[in-house]
């Protein structure tokens, strides 16, 4: 199992990690209750977490030394003094503005300008820290395994469902044997039919949706290679996949109804559709101009408003029979007989039989 590694120290340099928030933060949730205390004081505030020492922090989140040691090392540090220059490197780096911003969920009291603001914001930062910690070396071997792949399964629920049907949409649009299993009943059966050659993404956010999991763990056993799509490195999808893709999405309260983890699957999915398009272009032109071709021919053509011209008034010498609603409660029709111009002259003999027609109608 290959995931992300947010480690960006050069040679024989100390290793000061940019996206040390972005780690913890998707640590957090398996750390040990003491550790995530820990945990969130730094998030809440990066700086000031920097420029305290061991045992300010231990009393500030009301535990020991050792406890915050046991912090570091859990998120892959080797020890406090590691933990400082890294958050410093954040703070310098800009990055912990930006974890601080996004730790401030939507208030009740937020205005539609302020709530607009935010949501974009936390959409822009899911997009661009999961593409900037994104492992390049798995995902090109996901797409090498996608690339070869006899058939390739999607699994997801729930807003994740609708992320595995964008997957689907594009590789298909390529020309490749993709299918999206939104309903779980339909993805085991798919997944136990699975064989050696065959590739199995599933897409969960926490990691921990059942039927996400059962289904890759059906697929794998069936001889499929696997691939996970999530945000958490330690989540149980993790233990069933063969390839881990981190995504770097927060959601909080009112943002709970996957919008950032949305925004930041899709982006793991375009980068995986681009870079297995890019594999042989010719092929993917030729695809894409045929599935555009047939997509177009299903578009609705605007057509032009012609303007409406105003009844025209009756010609000279002609008879005309209207119908207008009658009185009474049953409304009955009444036919009216209305000669015009020259026709007035000789309307009489024709009276008795238009005035039998208006009955016969009525």
Not at 121 to 132: L, P
Not at 172 to 188: E, K, L, N, T, V
Not at 226 to 252: G, H, Y
Not at 305 to 312: F, T
Request: net charge neutral; glycine share 8%.
């Amino acid at each position: 199992m290959t995931w992300l590694d947010t480690d960006v120290a050069g040679p024989g340099q100390p290793r000061m990690d940019i996206g040390i928030l972005v780690t913890i933060r998707a640590l957090l949730p398996n750390l040990a209750p003491v550790e995530r205390r820990v945990g969130q004081a730094v998030l809440d505030d990066p700086g000031g977490a920097a420029r305290r020492s061991i045992s300010e922090l231990s009393r500030a989140c009301g535990t020991s030394a050792t406890t915050v040691v046991r912090f570091c090392r859990a998120v892959g540090l080797r020890g406090y003094p590691e933990l400082r220059l890294a958050l410093a490197a954040a703070v310098a780096h800009g990055d912990a503005g930006g974890v601080a911003a996004a730790s401030h969920d939507i208030s009740p009291g937020d205005d539609a300008a302020l709530i607009a603001k935010k949501i974009a914001y936390a959409d822009a930062m899911a997009v661009t820290e999961t593409a900037n910690h994104l492992d390049v070396a798995v995902l090109v071997n996901v797409v090498d395994a996608l690339a070869t792949a006899n058939r390739i399964d999607i699994y997801g629920v729930g807003a994740s469902g609708y992320v595995s049907l964008d997957l689907q949409q594009k590789l298909q649009r390529i020309g490749r044997p993709a299918f999206a299993w939104p309903d779980p009943h339909m993805a085991i059966t798919s997944a136990a039919l699975r064989a050696d050659g065959d590739v199995a993404v599933g897409l969960s956010h926490t990691g921990t949706t059942v039927d996400t999991i059962d289904a890759l763990c059906e697929a794998r056993r069936s001889g499929a290679r696997t691939v996970a799509v999530t945000n958490f490195p330690w989540s149980p999808i993790t233990e069933v996949a063969d390839f881990v893709l981190l995504t770097a999405a927060r959601e909080t309260a009112f943002r709970s109804g996957a919008m950032t983890s949305r925004i930041a699957q899709l982006t793991v999915v375009d980068c995986l559709f681009v870079v297995l398009a890019q594999r042989d272009l010719p092929a993917t032109e030729a695809a894409l101009e045929r599935t555009y071709a047939a997509a177009q021919a299903k578009r609705t053509r605007r057509a032009r408003r012609v303007p409406a011209e105003p009844p025209a008034a009756p010609e000279p010498g002609v008879l005309s029979l209207t119908c207008a609603p009658g009185p009474g409660a049953h409304g009955a029709p009444c036919w009216r007989v209305a000669a015009h111009g020259e026709a007035r002259r000789s309307a009489a003999p024709y009276a008795v039989f238009f005035h039998l027609l208006a009955r016969h109608v009525g």
